[in-house]
Each structure stands twice: as C-alpha cells, then as structure tokens.
C-alpha cells in the first residue's frame, strides 16, 4: 500500500448507540498513543482533532422519533464528517476515522465515495443493516451500512448525495454473529457476501481475507474497512457496549489487518465502538491501536 500521510480524525459521539460512553473513544485511542505508535512504524501522521457536536446544539435536539434516536444529531455530524473525509482523499491523504459510535460510518463512507467507486470491508459482530422499518431499538448506529447502501431514511442516504455509496456487491462481512430478522431478510435479497466468525474458526482468516478483497476491490477504485471493535473476541476487547461472544482473536485480527494492507486497496478506515466506561484498563483502546498500526504500519513493521 501507498504510504499516504495519514489524518486522524476524531468523532466523539454516542449518540447512534444505545449505550453511552464511547464518545470517549478517541481521546482513549490517543492516550494509547495511537498517533505515536503510528509514527514509530514509520508513517507521517497528523492529529486534526475533532467533530464536535456542540453542546448548545445536543441540549436543543431531543431524541426524536424512537424509531431513530438522534436522527438529526447522527445526520449533522455524518455531513461535516463526509466533507472532513472527502477533503482528505483529494488532498493525497489517507483518512483514518476514530469514533465514537458506528453511525460515524455514514460519514466516513460517503466521503471515501465521493471521489471514487468504492468497496467496503465490515468488520463487526453486528450487521448494521437494519433501517426505521426494521431496527428493534431505534439505535442508528444499527443502520449505517444500510443507508450507505441506500436502504433508510434520506437524511442518512442522501449526505454527499442522492446515490447509494456502494452497491451490494461490493460489500463484505467479516465477523458477523449476530442479525436481526430485516437484516438477514437484506443479505438475502440483495446478495451481500457475509462471513461469520465461524466462518473465520473454519476456514482461517488468510482465505477470508482473500475472498473479502478480491469481493471488494474487483471493479473498485479502492475500499474502506470500517471496523467496529466488537468484532473482536471480548477477552481482548472488553470495552464495548454491545458485545457478542464467539469473535475474532486479536492476531487473527492483526494478520487480517496486514494482509488488507498488502493488497493496497485501501484508500480510507475507520474504527469505532471503543467504549472507555466499559474497558479494563483501557484494554480495548490499546487493541484498536495495534489493529491501526497492523493496518497502516510500514511493511518491515508488519512482516511475520
């Protein structure tokens, strides 16, 4: 992969998720010294702060429609973070997204396609692809692979514009345990190619990883990971506000990350869920931060 500069951005929000705290998320990945350790394996990097929504702001907006909390609070923070996205690619720069909760991948997502054609690489326990109709707890973070396909209300599927970001046969789940009955009822129908942690048990994450890139970036300019860290088997990232038991181990995990980079179609990320409230020890940031640097570390950095 290109060693592009990278830009950090950061989006302390949690207000997609159903249990508070991961807000703290990225100042938890920088007092895991994600930008330093980014740096040791020899990659330029800039800390460019945060997407804040501001408070006066958060205390005007209630929740709104149970059906999907937070809708406009989710839609104005995904709007300044796909502006905040899309300025990086056209400036020669890797984006790397910090959340915060997984409704930021709205954002992340519109922004990488803004440019370009793009695939995407879920990696989570959950599916993301529930929409108003379908979501049995209203929480939008639930939703945000669904609007990136078009699937849900237009203020999440219309942020950069009125098209779907990327097509179902660009999409790949890695991880996924756990679906909700309309989010399997979506895979069905529009054919996109999931692979469980079972999956992962069986086969072994190199030839998922195979399939997942060739899936992805066949037919593409590029492809975005957006990993939610609940993907991860909760004895190596117990800081999370949904977990799923059964996942994926942390060098599993690590090498799936080196082998995505080593395909150089990576062209944005973002990670998300990391819940400090929740954590031991801050476990689960320090996890993030070395899927980040498997991910985005140099290649003498990375080799087995």
């Not at 529009?190 to 992805?216: P, W, Y």
């Not at 977990?243 to 181990?249: A, F």
């Not at 799936?256 to 150089?264: I, P, V, W, Y």
Request: aromatic share 2%.
């Amino acid at each position: 992969m290109e060693h592009k500069p990278i830009d950090v951005i950061g989006v302390p929000f949690d207000l997609g998720a159903g249990c508070r705290g991961c807000r703290m998320g990225p100042d938890a990945l920088r007092c895991a010294e994600l930008v330093q350790q980014l740096r040791m394996s020899g990659r330029e990097v800039e800390d460019t702060g945060d997407i804040i929504l501001s408070g006066t702001r958060r205390i005007r907006e209630e929740i709104g429609s149970t059906k999907a909390k937070y809708l406009k609070n989710v839609a104005y923070v995904n709007r300044r973070l796909h502006r905040r996205v899309a300025a990086s690619i056209h400036d020669g720069r890797f984006p790397l997204v910090v959340g915060g909760d997984h409704s930021i991948a709205v954002g992340s997502i519109a922004g990488a396609a803004k440019h370009k054609r793009i695939g995407v690489i879920w990696f989570d326990a959950h599916g993301d692809l529930n929409t108003i109709q379908t979501s049995p707890s209203g929480n939008v973070h639930g939703m945000s692979l669904a609007a990136s396909l078009g699937y849900g209300h237009p203020s999440l599927t219309r942020i950069g514009n009125s098209h779907p970001k990327v097509l179902p046969e660009h999409v790949v789940l890695i991880g996924t345990r756990s679906l909700d009955p309309g989010e399997e009822e979506l895979i069905r129908r529009t054919g996109i190619q999931m692979f469980s942690a079972r999956d992962i048990h069986q086969l072994g994450i190199r030839e998922i990883m195979k399939l997942a890139i060739t899936l992805a970036a066949e037919q593409t300019d590029g492809v975005h990971l957006s990993l939610d860290v609940d993907g991860l088997d909760s004895s190596d990232a117990p800081g999370v506000g949904t977990p799923v038991s059964g996942g994926i181990r942390l060098r599993e995990a690590q090498l799936g990350m080196r082998l995505l980079a080593e395909s150089g179609a990576l062209i944005s990320a973002d990670f998300v869920e990391v819940n400090p409230a929740l954590d031991l020890r801050n476990r689960t940031a320090h996890a993030a931060v070395e899927l980040m640097c498997s991910l985005l570390g140099t290649t003498e950095k990375n080799a087995d």
